[in-house]
């Protein structure tokens, strides 16, 4: 490869001290944090959400599917690399991978806790420690601050917040505390995220939809529905008119995979030509498909289908990942497969895949 790979969507795993010692003092006796489960292993808690967190999965890259499991993990046996910054490099390095996109790994559950104001506390935690991680390996690590999303108005407060901290973009949660993001309320959020360059990201397990407890059949039938959340705000967003009022907004579907994308924009404009006046759509001055291609970037780790489909995609949107820590992870073993994967791709096409994409999108300056 003639440029080394970015990981557009990468993981921390938060040490126990990440929200207690840099939450508001007033909420430090509430604050998440790790206790020891006589089955479970270290677990982190969260106050106001019935299920905690075991940190068994959420650094399990690399082990083999038949050692991965809920129970068990101690946080001191995990990979140092996702909370220390100088271990983090040996990561990168043993992977091939030149830079990461970061974002949270408890975090995530918490996008759905009901109560936006300890939210938001708890977001402000994380994003101060988040920056100090990355801080301490500059130009490789690159943090995707989290937003809690109360109103329009203090998600304009809390962008503008990242932006001067040195964030390249934010992380949004899945459900807002006002109206849905297509309501015409958030116009001026999104033209002030427009204004200041901060591209907004939506991760997978982060709407309350997502839920692995919600399926029927075996278990394994859970993780098949996980991708769903996301694109139920890919069409929130196109068809509720966002991205025809601001076209120059820029959207990350995060760890989503994007192999389903084709048949998913044939089937928007279906539903738009053919049932968009008893279905109550707004007229759109493109088909669903156009914003789709122009406005939505999709990162995946190992979705082989991602490249073969790359002709039916916008290639310029298209963004590898590795998932490192998590048990998703391609990571020790990614350039292997992206020597197998990305074969039919030319070599312009894997630069841009691999690295030009998220690269243009953040602005960066890798090492």
Known sequence: MTKQPISADSHITEPPNCYKDYIDPKYRDEAPGVVAHEKLGDIYVIPGLDTPIPLSLVAAAGKDPSELSTRGGVFDE????????KARKADQDRDGVIAEIIYPSVGMMLCNHPDFVYKRACFDAYNR????????????????????MASPEEGIEEVRKAKEMGFKGVMLVGVPGHEDYHHPDYDPFYEAVIDMDMPLSFHILTSRKDSLKDYRGPKINSFLTIIR??????????FGGVFER??????????????????????????????????????????PSEYFRENVYMTFQDDWSAFQLKDHMNIDRLMWANDFPHSDATWPWSQEMLTEHAAGLTEAERDRVLHDNVAELYGLQVA
């Open 78 to 85: 995990l990979h140092r690399g996702g909370w220390d910054p």
């Open 129 to 148: 420690w988040l920056q100090e991680f990355c801080d301490g390996l500059p130009n490789r690590l690159f943090g995707m601050p989290q937003i809690a």
């Open 229 to 238: 959340g996301n694109q139920d705000i890919i069409g929130t967003f196109i």
């Open 246 to 287: 601001h076209p120059k907004l820029k959207l990350v579907c995060v760890e989503a995979d994007a192999g389903w994308a084709p048949h998913y924009m044939y089937r928007m404009d279906h539903a738009y030509k053919r049932h968009r006046y008893w279905m109550k759509c707004e007229e759109l001055e493109r088909l």
